[in-house]
Structures are given as C-alpha cells and as structure tokens.
C-alpha cells in the first residue's frame, strides 16, 4: 500500500510540472504537453491503495475524473495510462482519451469525468459476474458530491435488489468542485445513503490505509462471498484545487491548510517504523517508485503523437431507425420513393 501511495503522490507531482509547462503565466489550458483539464487526487491515496490491495486483474474497478491513484493501485500500466495522458497513439485509449477516460481492459479498470457515471457500469460487471458464476467483484469509486445524483441511487437500488456483488467507494473530501458539502448534500455522514436500500453502510472517518484496508477488506469478501453490496465512506482531503489552474479564491486558506497537514503517507510511514520497518527500507521504496514514475514520463514523451486522420477510426456510427428496411426499398424502386 505504501508503495502504491507513494507512486501515485509522486505521479501526480511530475503530472503537474508537465502540465503547468507552457500555460503560464497566462493561463493557457490548450498549450503544453499536456493539454485540456487535469484533475489531480493528492490526498486522496488511501483510498485507492486501501481497498484495491483486496482485488484481483479479473475484479472490476471504476473510477471518477480523479482516476491516477486508484489506477496505480488496481495495477493499470503505467506506461500507457501516461502516453494516454500525454495525448500520445501508444496510450490506452490510442491518445484519444486523456486523463479522465482511462481504460485498461487487462486489469478490468475504467474512469469517466460525468458525476457517478462509474456506478451503473460497475453493478453491470457485478450482475455478469453472479449470471456466470464467478467469485469477481466491482467497486465504483466516487466523490461525496456525487451521491445525490440519480444514478448512484439507482446503481444502489439495483445492486441491494439483486444482491450483486459490488461496493461503492465514496470519497469525501469535503468540496464538490468549489461547494462545501454541507451545501450540496443533506447528510454529513454519506455512508447513511445506504440505509435507504437495506445495505451497510460504513465511514472510514480519516484517510488511513491500513482502517481502509479493514474495511474494504470485509466489504469485499462479503461481496466475493455473495451476501450483497456494502457502501463505503472514506475522508480523504483534497491538497490541490479541483483541476490545475484552479485559483480557489472559494477556499479559506485555514482548509488548504489542514488538508495539507492531515498526509496519509506520513501517517502510514510511522506505522511501517512502529512495525519495525527500517528508513532505509522506506527510502528504498520511495526511490524505486520514482524511478518508475519518471522512467513512464520520459517514454510516454517520446511516443507520438496521432495522425489526425486517426480521429476518423474506433468511432461508432449507428444507422437511424428502420434504415435496414428503407434501404432495399429504395433500391427495388430506383430511389422513387
């Protein structure tokens, strides 16, 4: 889980000297090597590492437009995932994509930037799972901001009636872009929502891996072992803005500065020390994680780019209505009809 954690801090740091290359000092989200939005999840790493450490490639995993951390942790090719981001042809999605459509068919993981779209997805592959059969599960990770909408109700309506085996992920980190909770949902606690539908609930009240990790850990293997859904809470904090460029002038600096206080990592770190885990043990994880993160950076870079006529390919097209039927009619009259 440390290694997972400090991947994905150190991934996102590097995402943003990339990004931030080229944009200012006026804003520009068009330029540099990184163009359109990023959303970075800084804070957020318990989460991810706590409950993926419990899945397997065949287990399914989807995410928010805050995807980098819980990719890392369910295993998603580094490499890749960072062309892709780079908008380069070797990337997942062929540079089609970016960063907030991430998907890895090798360790069943997706990520979309639409507001609890994860969730009917996720119950889908936990539906396909109990028609076939299988011991897999599905989690959807989304943010508090995201559980008054429409489709996590009815993902969660779906899953508790057919008893699927799927978890929801809530990661609260107290801004739904630049709203306070308290102002976009009428509960404080949302792990609460699942009461609504005769499921548990649970709230992990600080971003710690290892109570995540316990907690997920019985939510999952209730799920493997079919006794249905469990909805998860977890406090995380939210480091940076909601997307790179964002002022925050809607934030009190008292709140930037708690969340920055409140690290995971470092909480995770005086644990391995209590375990008796050495600093040079630690030292050593760190360095090979950033060797990797830098080494995916500097290939994707080198990749390149689309051809624009790329743009043209893997796009479905559906025939309107009837259209099959029209077509030989039109034929058989010369059109004059």
């Known amino acids: 889980m440390y290694d997972d954690m400090v991947t994905a801090r150190y991934y996102e740091e590097r995402l943003q000297e ?35 450490r ?30 892709e981001i780079f908008g380069r042809q070797t990337g997942l999605g062929k540079g089609k994509g970016g960063h907030m459509h991430l998907f890895d068919p090798d360790v069943n993981f997706a990520c979309s930037g639409i507001i609890a779209q994860g969730c009917p997805p996720a119950v889908g592959a936990a539906l396909a799972s109990k028609k076939r059969n299988q011991d ?13 909408q ?19 992920v809530v990661e609260d980190n107290d801004w739904a872009i630049s709203m306070p909770k308290s102002r976009v949902t ?66 009190p600096d008292e709140d930037k500065e708690r969340a ?9 770190e005086a644990d391995l020390r209590e375990q008796g885990v050495e600093d040079h043990e630690i030292e050593s994880i760190r360095e090979k994680a950033h060797d990797r993160v830098n080494e995916a950076i500097e290939w994707a870079k080198d990749q390149p780019e689309p051809d624009p006529e790329e743009a043209y390919e893997d796009v479905f097209t559906n025939s309107p209505s009837g259209i099959e039927e029209i077509e030989p009619m039109l034929e058989a009259t010369g059109g004059d009809e």
């Open 18 to 52: 990339e990004y931030l290359e080229g944009k200012q000092p006026a804003f520009d989200i068009s330029a540099g090597p990184i163009p359109g939005e990023l959303h970075l999840a800084a804070g957020h790493e318990a989460s991810g590492a706590g409950v993926c």
């Open 54 to 83: 419990h899945l397997r490639d065949a287990d399914t995993v989807t995410a928010p437009h805050r995807p980098h951390h819980v990719a890392i942790a369910k295993g998603v090719d580094l490499k890749r995932m960072t062309a």
């Open 136 to 148: 897999s599960v599905a989690v959807a990770f989304l943010g508090e901001g995201a559980i008054d």
């Open 150 to 168: 429409g489709g996590f109700f009815e993902s969660l309506n779906l899953a508790s009636v057919q008893e699927l085996p799927v978890v929801f």
């Open 186 to 251: 009428d509960v404080e606690d949302g792990s609460r929502r699942a009461g609504g539908f005769d499921l548990p609930g649970v709230r992990v009240d600080h971003d710690d891996a290892v109570a995540v990790y316990e907690a997920a850990g019985e939510a999952i293997g209730r799920a493997r072992d079919g006794n249905g859904p469990t909805l998860i809470e977890v406090q995380v904090h939210r480091r940076m803005g909601h997307f790179m460029g964002d002022a925050q002038a809607y934030r």
């Open 260 to 268: 920055t206080e409140r690290d995971s990592i470092e909480r995770l």
